[in-house]
């Protein structure tokens, strides 16, 4: 079984990344060759600040998606500096299956 993971970059011009991926070291490579996402491509070098792992690419890309339009970035800073954003994320869709 893979693991699933949603992850946080650091641009160099400080602005935040989240994805996807199934391999972590392979991605943030991809990113600094300048082949990653077109957001970071003119934003390098990237530096990993958190990663979450999660059994199946559904919950890790519903991750991505609420960490990108639910928070604002003092939110998302806050739970990075925590390691909260697995925690954070699963109080949220418990939440919003009430």
Same mark, same amino acid.
């Given at each position: 079984m893979n693991t699933h993971f949603t @992850?946080? %970059?650091q641009c160099a011009d400080q602005t935040l990344y989240c994805? @996807?991926?199934?391999d972590l070291e392979k991605r943030l490579a991809t990113h600094?060759?300048?082949k990653g996402a077109k957001y970071t491509k003119t934003r390098l070098p990237v530096k990993l600040l958190a990663s979450v792992n999660f059994d199946n690419k559904n919950d890790a890309m519903s991750c991505e998606w609420w960490f990108k339009? $639910? %928070?604002v970035r003092?939110? $998302?800073l806050k739970l990075i500096k925590n390691n909260l954003i697995k925690e954070k994320?699963?109080?949220y869709l418990l939440?919003?299956?009430k």
């Open positions: @992850y946080v %970059l994805g @996807y991926t199934t600094n060759s300048g339009h $639910k %928070l003092q939110q $998302k994320f699963l109080e939440a919003k299956q």
